[in-house]
Every structure is written in structure tokens, then in C-alpha cells.
């Protein structure tokens, strides 16, 4: 396994963590994204979006090892790159 396989496990894992939090401290993620949830469609949608979302980003990749799978990391890390 070469250090390339860490690193994308190591990704996915981080992934997999942020989505866990999300999904079950909804008001955590203030500190990561900025964004407050009011009310309960608010904590809903963080639930859905950061939650479920980023964890099936970090299982799928996981589970199909296809190199083109890895590419929704490189969009994902130009999107928030270039937002901030």
C-alpha cells in the first residue's frame, strides 16, 4: 500500500468524521462552515447536506476504488478553495 492509498483513506475517513458530526451534533458545525441552523428544517438540512452527503463521499469512494471517483475530491477541495 503506497503512501497515495493512505492519503485517499485518510480522506475519506476525515469525510466520513465531518458527516458523523454533522448528523449528530447539527450545531457543531457552525465552527467548520459559519452556517447556523434556526430552527428545525435549518438542523434538517445540515443533517441531509453536511451529514449524509459527506459520509456517502467517504464511503463510496472507499468502496468502488475507480481512480475517477477520486477526482469529486479534487472538485470538492477546487469549490472550497476557491469560495473562501
Known sequence: ????????I???????????????KPTAIYD???LTASGGRG????RTIF???FIA???????YQQPAIYLMWIN?????TSSV
Not at 1 to 8: A, E, P, R, T
Not at 10 to 24: E, F, K, N, Q, R
Open 1 to 8: 500500500m503506497g503512501l497515495l492509498s493512505i492519503l485517499k
Open 10 to 24: 485518510v480522506a475519506s475517513a476525515g469525510t466520513m468524521g465531518t458527516g458523523l458530526l454533522a448528523l449528530i
Open 32 to 34: 467548520f462552515t459559519g
Open 43 to 46: 438542523i434538517t438540512e445540515i
Open 51 to 53: 451529514g449524509a452527503l
Open 57 to 63: 463521499l467517504g464511503i463510496v469512494p472507499l468502496i
Open 76 to 80: 470538492r477541495l477546487n469549490h472550497r
